[in-house]
């Protein structure tokens, strides 16, 4: 079940640009503090730092994902999640753009 | 004064994608109904067309703006706002991202 709409929370106007522009965001904040983001990778092979362990949750297109440590190259599509420990990375590839929804912690 | 963030409202997770991305955004809509969204433009040159009148509110970074029909190009930054006629077209060029708040209507 994909996430289409998120009610009730701040959104930040000034984008995240990253990757001259490969990777944009726009942070959002829910009543009760909590900060997600809201994104779309366009076709491009990233690789993200983690701090906080991240949550990706597709919400249109698919991407390809490997983690740190891993070997092998992961589907995730539109209303599926993967995680990513914190202070680690992973690597993204996306042919069409992926939309994503980003919870952290 | 510059629109930081925008409270209650709900987000529309999947972006809007324009021009292969130079120009991202995630729409939002208020308790009433009004619709807005927010965006950036990445350094480019680039036309749009209007159905709805439009208010261009920037946030970040600045852009210029020429209207269909004006000779000159307009300079409009973070804390400045432009209209654009509906049924209409306006070209921007911008040399570093340009974040801005849409208004509609």
Redesign the interface.
Known sequence: MT?????????????S?YF???C?S?G??FADGTKKS???I?PATLTFNTGAPEIMEG??GECEYLLTGATEWVKSGAGEKFSVPGNSSFQIRVAA?Y?Y?CHFG
């Open positions: 996430t289409a709409k998120i009610d009730n929370v701040t959104v930040t106007t000034q984008a640009v001259d522009g490969k944009v726009h959002i904040t809201v994104g779309v366009l919400v249109g753009p939309h929804i």
